[in-house]
């Protein structure tokens, strides 16, 4: 069985830093591709960054492109997502999530249960 | 960017009934390269539909997608206590962003 854990959120500051981690387990980690979603309070969901199974390309959404850095570590099956800069707008749900292949451009087929990260002072 | 338009934004319907329920692109998805999720309340999101028609595993033939182009349908048929929650389509052709969501449709208990 699939399983996607996630840690690391927290309460924070604007301007400020935190790293998100996932721990996977239940299937070949390094065969399939990850991502993070996020889902502010009450509202939709938005893909955040993406990471190939061979960690060989990385992807950003244009709200987070050069404040979030996203990598995964195979020998301990995580994902992190690494969170500068902070903006209040960052606010939301963070989702780990799997894909159903290696490569970009194939949808998600687990979820992890998300972990809350609130920007505020 | 592609961006999704997903209506109604609320569909209220009765247990037994069918829902239909459409996701439209702002310009072209490549290859049909569409999905869609349910997310219940306090849940994540599931899989429910890829390649806009392909059911993921362990979802119910209830559940149906099609379309191309740039229009897409999701149609529960003989609709359950449990399919009251919020769908979302979403693109994975483009290359800039490589997803894209739609904003969501609340099926509700009418």
């Known amino acids: 069985e699939v399983q996607l854990l996630e840690s690391g959120g927290g309460l924070v500051q604007p301007g400020g830093s935190l790293r998100l981690s996932c721990a996977a387990s239940?299937?070949?980690?390094?065969?399939?591709?990850m991502s993070w979603v996020r889902q502010a309070p009450g509202r939709g969901l938005e893909w955040v960054s993406g990471?190939?199974?061979?960690?060989?390309?990385?992807y950003y959404a244009d709200s987070v492109k050069g404040r979030f850095i996203i990598s995964r570590d195979k020998s301990q099956n995580t994902v992190d997502l690494q969170m500068n800069s902070l903006r209040a707008e960052d606010t939301a749900i963070y989702y780990c999530?799997?894909?159903?292949?290696?490569?970009?451009?194939?949808?998600?087929?687990?979820w992890g249960q998300g972990t809350l990260v609130t920007v505020s002072s | 960017e592609i961006v999704l338009t997903q209506s109604p934004v609320t569909l209220s319907l009765s247990p037994g009934e069918g829902a239909t329920l459409s996701c439209r692109a702002s310009?072209?998805?490549?290859?049909?390269?569409l999905a869609w999720y349910q997310q219940r309340p306090g849940q994540a999101p599931r899989l429910l539909i890829y390649g806009a028609s392909s059911r993921a595993i362990g979802i119910p033939d209830r559940f149906s997608g099609s379309g191309s182009g740039t229009d897409f349908t999701l149609t529960i048929s003989r609709l359950e206590p449990e399919d009251f929650a919020v769908y979302y389509c979403?693109?994975?052709?483009?290359?800039?962003?490589?997803?894209?969501f739609g904003q969501g449709t609340k099926l509700e208990i009418k």
């Open positions: 999530s799997k894909h159903i292949k290696t490569g970009g451009y194939n949808p998600i087929d687990s």
């Open positions: 979403q693109q994975y052709s483009s290359s800039s962003p490589m997803y894209t």
């Open positions: 239940g299937f070949r980690f390094s065969s399939y591709a």
């Open positions: 990471i190939t199974g061979s960690a060989g390309s990385t």
């Open positions: 310009q072209s998805v490549s290859s049909n390269y």
